[in-house]
C-alpha cells in the first residue's frame, strides 16, 4: 500500500516543482503545495491514468489533502 | 503552416465548415469531419481531403449531446493519438420574432450553438492540457456583437460564444492552449441562402467591401488562429465581414 503514496507523491513533485519531503498526507494541495485550481485538474487526470480509473468531478473536488487521494484511490484499487 | 497537425471540425459537411476542414488539410492537417445529418455530403469532404494526401474521417455527432461529443473525440484520439486543433462551427438557425419565438426554437439553438462549443471545448481541454497545446477557435458571427431582428436565439448563442471564448482562453493559457473567435459577416452558404433578396440588398449595402463573403474567406482566418502564426493571440473575436462592424 506504501506503494500507492511513493507513485502518488512522484506524481506531485513532477506535476507541482515540489520537494519530496513536502508531500506529506496532511499536506493540503492548494494552501501546502501551492497547486491552483487548474493544478489539481491535472493531477486528478494524472492519477487517473497512473491508477487506470475514472474519478469522477464530485469525488475530485473531495480531494483536498495528499492523504484525501491516496485514500480515495486505496479504496478503489 | 499545419503540417502534420490533427483537426477537430464540427460541422463540417457544409458551409464555412467545409470550407475550414479542406483549407486546414491544404495547409497540412488530417482532420476529423463531424456532421450532425448529412453523412453523404461529409464522406465528400473526406474524400476530397484525401485526395489532398492527408488522412480524414467522418464522425456523426450531435454536439449538443454530451455521450456524442465524447464518442467523437475519443474517436479522434483512438485515430490519431493527439487532437491539436478544435474548430467548433457547428450551428443551426430556427429564426423568429422575439414575440413568436418558441421555446423549442430558442432552445434548439442555444443548445447546439453554445452548449455545443462548450461541451466540444471540455472535451478536448484534457487531450490539450496533457499535450500542453492546443487551438482551438470558435465560430461565432458579427450579430452576437451588433444584434439581428429575428435572431434572438441565434445572437444569444454567438454573443455566449464570444464570453465562452474570453473564459476558455483566459483558463487554459497557461497550459498553452489559444483559444479564439471567428465573427463571419454576411458569408453565402445555405444558411445565408434562405434570405430574401429584400434582406440580402440591405445587409450589402451595410458592407464596406461591398460584398457577400465566401467561406473560404472565412477559412483561411480560421486556420491563421490554429497556425503557430497566431501564437501570441487568444480570447479574441476576429471579425470577417467585409468591414460591416467595427467594434
Known amino acids: 500500500m506504501a506503494d500507492v503514496l511513493e507513485r502518488v507523491t512522484k506524481i506531485i513533485v513532477d506535476r507541482l516543482g515540489v520537494d519530496e519531503s513536502q508531500v506529506t498526507l496532511e499536506a493540503s494541495f492548494k494552501d501546502d503545495l501551492g497547486a491552483d485550481s487548474l493544478d489539481i485538474v491535472e493531477l486528478v487526470m494524472e492519477l487517473e491514468d497512473e491508477f487506470n480509473m475514472e474519478i469522477s468531478d464530485e469525488e475530485a473536488e473531495k480531494i483536498v489533502t495528499v492523504g484525501d487521494a491516496v485514500n480515495y484511490i486505496k479504496s478503489r484499487l | ?247
Not at chain 2, 483512438?78 to 426554437?105: H, P, Q, W, Y
Not at chain 2, 502564426?229 to 473575436?237: D, E, L, R, S, V
Open chain 2, 1 to 247: 503552416m499545419l503540417e502534420g497537425k490533427i483537426a477537430l471540425v464540427t460541422g463540417a459537411s457544409r458551409g464555412i465548415g467545409r470550407a475550414v476542414a479542406l483549407e486546414l488539410a491544404r495547409q497540412g492537417a488530417n482532420v476529423i469531419v463531424n456532421y450532425a445529418g448529412s453523412e453523404a455530403k461529409a464522406n465528400e469532404v473526406v474524400e476530397t481531403i484525401r485526395s489532398l494526401g492527408r488522412e480524414a474521417f467522418a464522425v456523426q455527432a450531435d454536439v449538443a449531446s454530451a455521450a456524442d461529443v465524447e464518442r467523437m473525440v475519443k474517436a479522434a484520439l483512438d485515430s490519431f493519438g493527439r487532437l491539436d486543433i478544435l474548430v467548433n462551427n457547428a450551428g443551426i438557425t430556427r429564426d423568429n420574432l422575439l414575440m413568436r419565438m418558441k421555446e423549442e426554437e430558442w432552445d434548439a439553438v442555444i443548445n447546439t450553438n453554445l452548449k455545443g462549443v462548450f461541451l466540444c471545448t471540455k472535451a478536448v481541454a484534457r487531450p490539450m492540457m496533457k499535450q500542453r497545446y492546443g487551438r482551438i477557435v470558435n465560430i461565432a458571427s458579427v450579430v452576437g456583437v451588433i444584434g439581428n431582428p429575428g435572431q434572438a436565439n441565434y445572437v444569444a448563442a454567438k454573443a455566449g460564444v464570444i464570453g465562452l471564448t474570453k473564459t476558455a482562453a483566459r483558463e487554459l493559457a497557461s497550459r498553452h492552449i489559444t483559444v479564439n473567435a471567428v465573427a463571419p459577416g454576411f458569408i453565402t452558404t445555405d444558411m445565408t441562402e434562405a434570405l430574401s433578396a429584400e434582406q440580402k440588398e440591405t445587409m450589402r449595402n451595410q458592407i464596406p467591401l461591398a460584398r457577400f463573403g465566401e467561406p473560404d474567406d472565412v477559412a483561411r482566418v480560421v486556420a491563421f488562429l490554429a497556425s503557430d502564426a497566431a501564437g501570441y493571440m487568444t480570447g479574441q473575436t476576429l471579425h470577417v465581414d467585409g468591414g460591416m462592424v467595427m467594434p
